[in-house]
């Protein structure tokens, strides 16, 4: 049983911490001053009670131990141990596994991940947190981010080097400033105000703005910006609750160039220029985020030095040690408003409808004018925005940090992101094709969102984890998008993508059953065969099964080229090419001012339904 283990590991830590409590005691007591450069700041020791449900959970999962801060770090002060695990006093998590197998690796960075949300939900000044596996003899020592976890290379403790490797590492944190051991400096209790505020970095005016935090709330783990939300008012401004206006701050650790001036993943330059080119377009307002400030958030030292806050400034050595797959991150905060909503709380799916067209819209727009593709559609990344043009809902469009200036060719032709959204990404991107990434993978995307919350249901209709998505006792096979690895997924979208019988049958037959979903039914058919079966792309480039030309002849023997009044989209590919995703690639732009102009069509219609019950409700 796991438990026999936690005796020997709550027993190593305490001796660990002893030995560095007793040399810090002589180093302090040395003449020799460059020994005691690093004083002591913390004392880290382990909850006593292992194999607990801390205070502070919201269920009834158990830690296997936890280390926290001992308040009195005297000299010769007793070794003491807080009796019940905290979440709010949780610095790091252990879990302890008897064996080393593959398995047992992967349960313990699971369960670790999960625990870290409550540390999260209870600390909401921590950017990240600390922790430990120990399977069997070895240890890896793990970086829970706030959507990404990293893990260092195990560290076996049966080896010298490896207990070096492991002392250092509890050294540091003994050692560490708070901004190292996973703590936010820029979020902190005002005690003169008696509020808490957060101070958000704008590169543009090279100045902060402070806000007063109202109510703070975490990403959640399907959301790819691995950042915190926090919904606040403007403390600069104003004073009275009343009159402030809701500002979004948004943290991400964000990948990023060493090359300062290198902005092609930059999501706060992106939206800068966003912003400058939608200015003033009344019809896309409140359809993606206005930023208010945005830079890499600023870190002030001790001695009142101020540095950037990255991988390298946050892990030091750790990051060359044991966490070399990290890459180089800073971490950026972003200002914004407005603020929406889930799109899984729209009203009706005339609502969602409409959200669905007003994010391609702009999208389109961002596209067309700024030469950047967002690449992450997902039901994360769209809100409802109730404050929009003409005081109606509409869809907004928010995180850019998948985003590429389509222009940046190196990055844009075989880029492959992984989201963990499998249900919404594009066949291309699922199988890290070599297909140049256009408009159309985003165009995919607002399909399989509109498939999934039309059969996963929204305003809590149906709930999309009931039951792992059954219906009449039996899995739904839009439970394929997200069943298994990336190739899985992106099989189970080709078969039901390539034709209409497929997707009618295994999709669209699964969608509520229920007359305000008609129009929705209808709209992802529409998309469907524009994306997919456009007649003005040849019959090379159509359907979504990797074909032969023997395929061609029987699948199309139906279509005349006498039928065919105009060049296709795609007459420029080479006629061998057969695959049908990099031969609409190179029509990319024309197939989506056809998919725009058939969701705004269906737009238009569901406007017109939802006026008269507005009216209604009105009177």
Not at 64 to 78: F, Q
Not at 129 to 142: H, K, M, Q, Y
Not at 560 to 569: C, G, H, I, L, T
Request: hydrophobic residues 35%; glycine residues 4%.
């Amino acid at each position: 049983m796991n438990h026999t283990m936690y005796p020997w590991v709550k027993a190593l830590f305490i001796f660990i911490a002893d030995a560095i409590d007793k040399e810090d005691h002589n180093s302090s007591n040395s003449s020799n001053s460059s020994t005691a450069a690093h004083p002591l700041l913390r004392k880290i020791v382990s909850f006593k009670n292992t194999d607990r449900t801390p205070e502070g959970a919201d269920d009834q999962d158990r830690i296997d131990i936890g280390l926290t801060v001992k308040d009195d770090i005297a000299p010769d002060s007793p070794y003491r141990e807080s009796t019940m695990p905290s979440y709010s006093k949780m610095l790091a998590l252990i879990e302890a596994k008897r064996s080393s197998n593959n398995q047992s690796q992967q349960d313990a960075y699971a369960q670790l991940f999960k625990y870290s949300r409550h540390i999260y939900v209870n600390q909401h000044d921590r950017r990240f947190v600390w922790g430990l596996t120990v399977c069997d003899s070895s240890f890896r020592i793990c970086l829970l981010g706030y959507k990404r976890m990293l893990s260092s290379a195990p560290i076996d403790v049966a080896t010298p080097d490896g207990r070096e490797t492991l002392v250092k590492w509890l050294a540091n944190m003994s050692l560490y400033e708070r901004d190292r051991l996973g703590y936010d400096p820029t979020l902190y209790f005002n005690s003169e105000k008696r509020r808490w505020e957060i101070k958000a970095y704008d590169d543009s005016t090279d100045a902060h703005k402070t806000f007063e935090i109202v109510s703070c709330m975490r990403i959640s783990d399907h959301i790819e910006a691995s950042g915190m939300l926090t919904r606040i008012g403007d403390a600069d401004e104003h004073d009275k609750r009343a009159e402030v206006r809701e500002v979004l701050v948004k943290r991400a650790w964000a990948i990023a160039s060493q090359k300062s001036d290198d902005k092609s993943r930059d999501e706060v330059s992106m939206l800068r220029e966003i912003n400058n080119a939608l200015k003033g377009n009344k019809d896309l307002e409140g359809k993606y985020p206005t930023l208010l400030a945005g830079g890499v958030v600023k870190i002030t030292d001790e001695n009142g030095e101020v540095f950037n806050d990255t991988v390298d400034t946050a892990f030091a050595e750790l990051r060359t040690e044991t966490l070399k797959d990290l890459g180089f991150r800073v971490q950026k905060s972003m200002a914004m408003t407005p603020i929406g909503q889930d799109i899984r709380r729209c009203k009706s799916a005339d609502e969602l409808i409409i959200a669905a067209a007003d994010v391609m819209e702009v999208h389109s727009a961002i596209r067309k004018q700024c030469n950047i593709l967002h690449r992450d559609i997902s039901i994360n990344n769209i809100l409802i925005n109730r404050n929009g043009p003409g005081d109606r809902a509409c869809g907004m469009l928010i995180d850019f940090d998948c985003a590429l200036r389509i222009d940046d060719t190196t990055d844009h032709e075989a880029r492959f992101e992984m989201t963990d959204t499998f249900p919404f990404m594009s066949v291309s991107n699922l199988e890290a094709s070599k297909v140049i990434r256009t408009e159309l993978d985003d165009w995919e995307s607002i399909i399989y969102v509109l498939c999934w919350l039309g059969t996963s249901g929204i305003n809590n209709v149906v709930g999309e984890d009931d039951e792992e998505m059954q219906r009449g006792g039996k899995p739904l096979r839009i439970y394929k998008w997200r069943n298994g690895d990336a190739a899985d997924v992106a099989e189970a979208k080709r078969i039901d993508m390539d034709s209409v019988a497929n997707f009618t049958s295994n999709i669209v037959s699964q969608i509520i059953k229920n007359p305000s979903y008609f129009h929705l039914k209808n709209l992802v058919v529409n998309l469907r065969k524009e994306l997919f079966d456009n007649t003005r792309v040849s019959p090379k480039g159509r359907g979504a099964l990797e074909t032969n030309e023997g395929d061609l002849v029987f699948r199309f023997a139906a279509i005349s080229e006498q039928a065919k009044k105009e060049p296709y989209w795609d007459d420029g590919c080479d006629e061998n090419e057969l695959d049908q995703f990099k031969r609409r690639a190179t029509c990319a732009g024309k197939i989506s001012d056809a998919l725009l102009e058939a969701i705004k069509y269906a737009r238009k219609g569901a406007c017109e339904r939802i006026a008269p019950s507005v009216e209604a409700a009105a009177s």
